[in-house]
């Protein structure tokens, strides 16, 4: 059973359509990332699950149940920025949200303060804190009393780059313990390196879901050079399979469709052309590489 | 779960300084303001002047018991502005740090949320009528020569009264501070309809009454509470005729203010309900 099933969620402010129809579900036990550019509908999908806004249509389901608090209660949560009240010691914060979602106890509230290494400042009011030190806080809110599912929007937001390796490890470790972890970010290196699932938005639109490799794999990129570039475009156009060539300074990049190339046949087909090849590079896309890909204009 | 939501309110208010210092401000607030009057009314009743004797045979002694429950309910009133304060500050803050919208996230739904600040209004309103009570007994104490033979307690529904009147007002202000979000916008509205607005949309009604046959400034927002506390008798007899009519229609506005403050508190229920947080 998945652990939230989106259904048809449409969402408008005025004429600005922030959502349109999005549909996707989450796994259980995934580090699930939510990517688009700024304005694509992150965090309007997200705030849509969490109930602070309304959707216009759709739906969706909380462990295969209809929307309700009590799912609230055992999700930890950290959306858009860290809400938390200013005048407040990090301690009397955490206490106010282990009385409204009744997860942990006291000694959860001083054991997550130590996880998210806030522990020495945990009498200083919020106030006082850096914004990665809010950062910091609002995530340790999120992990209070060990919840099975986080949703956390932008978690290293303001966090210097120890602080962002500390979150990825952080996840990581929650998704070995069988956590699902939901996450919207910018980072797509830091989404790559932790998500297994992606969801990709642009514009309200669901553009691409699935995991990592099925999004990232949609295509075969081999790097072909040969002391005739020209030849060597001329002979593999021929090659069953290839979709797309693209010249760079590294060499001939060749698009196949998934699972229609191989370097050693593409080798001999070339050698049987008559031509040498003075290298065949297989390239693994990256997740920035197709989130570029997939949301330019 | 009524439980769970005083012990949530609590903790946010138990370290909130800015809270607990205009509680304070109310707290001087009032002895303050019904110190002043008294001495002043001493002071005038003391002198051996003619008029001096002549306040003293018009208006007895309004700070006298059972006589101060009024009195004093009737000048603390013109300060309910300051509660009103705290009750804007309350709930414009949880917009201003967002703390509104984790409070879903964590878990409560939104009608707990707005039980949370209904249960942070009435607790301002028990500690204002506490210090309104003190008041009220100690200038009984000190204006009282004679207590035997005085039933202390005649005067005691104005104790209901007045509660009844600041939880109607600082819901009002709830509201207000609900529908603008930005706090020194709501508390600027508030001063400005409550103090201003309001006296100049009554003295019009008032010139109207005449005509149209019905006072509807009595009907306003402010004034229908306003009217649960008319002028103590002992100063209202200089228009004794509207004084009676006034304290007459006290239980009629007894009912008026509950039917607003029920509607204050409904549509403060549906708003949050159907906005966006």
Known sequence: MPVLEINAISKSYGKIKALDAVSFSIPQGSVFGLLGPNGSGKTTLLSIVLDVLQADGGGYKWFGQPPSFLQRKKIGSLLETPNLYHYLTAVQSLRITQSISGRGNEDDIHAVLEKVNLHERKNSRFSTYSLGMKQRLAIAAALLGDPSVLVLDEPTNGLDPVGIAEIRDLIKALSDHGHTVIMASHLLDEVEKVCDHVAILKRGKLIASGTVESVLSAEDCIVLNAADQRFLKECINGYPGLIRLNGTAEGLECYFATGTSAAEQINRFCFEQGLVLSQIVVKKKRLEEKFFELTAE | ?277
């Open chain 2, 1 to 277: 779960m009524i439980s769970n939501i005083i012990k949530t309110e609590w903790l946010k208010l138990k370290h909130y300084k800015a809270f607990w210092l205009l509680i304070f401000v109310t707290a001087i607030s009032y002895p303050g303001i019904n110190g002043i009057a008294y001495y002043a009314f001493k002071d005038s009743i003391d002198a051996k002047s003619q008029s001096g004797q002549l306040v003293k045979m018009l208006l007895g002694n309004p700070f006298a018991f059972p006589q101060s429950f009024h009195t004093t309910a009737y000048l603390s009133s013109f300060f309910t502005f300051i509660p009103a304060i705290v009750v804007i500050m309350l709930v414009t803050n949880e917009y201003m740090f967002k703390t509104h919208r984790q409070n879903i996230i964590d878990g409560w739904k939104k009608n707990t949320f707005i039980w949370g600040k209904f249960i942070s209004v009435v607790l301002v309103t028990m500690i204002v009528t506490i210090f309104y009570l003190a008041v009220a007994s100690f200038v009984g104490v000190l204006a009282t020569k004679e207590m035997s033979g005085v039933n202390v307690f005649e005067k005691a529904q104005y104790i209901g009264l007045f509660s009844l009147q600041v939880f109607c007002q600082l819901s009002i202000a709830f509201l207000l501070g609900l529908l603008i979000r930005k706090a020194f916008i709501a508390y600027g509205i508030y001063i400005f309809y409550s103090f201003i607005l309001e006296n100049i949309l009554s003295g019009f009604f008032r010139l109207k009454s005449k005509k149209w046959g019905i006072d509807y400034g009595h009907y306003l927002p402010f004034e229908i509470s306003d009217r649960l506390i008319p002028l103590p008798p002992s100063i209202g007899k200089f228009n004794a005729a509207d004084n009676q009519l006034a304290i007459a229609a006290i239980k009629n506005h007894v009912v008026y203010t509950i039917v607003l403050t029920a509607f204050v508190w409904l549509l403060s229920f549906y708003i949050f309900k159907k906005r966006d947080l």
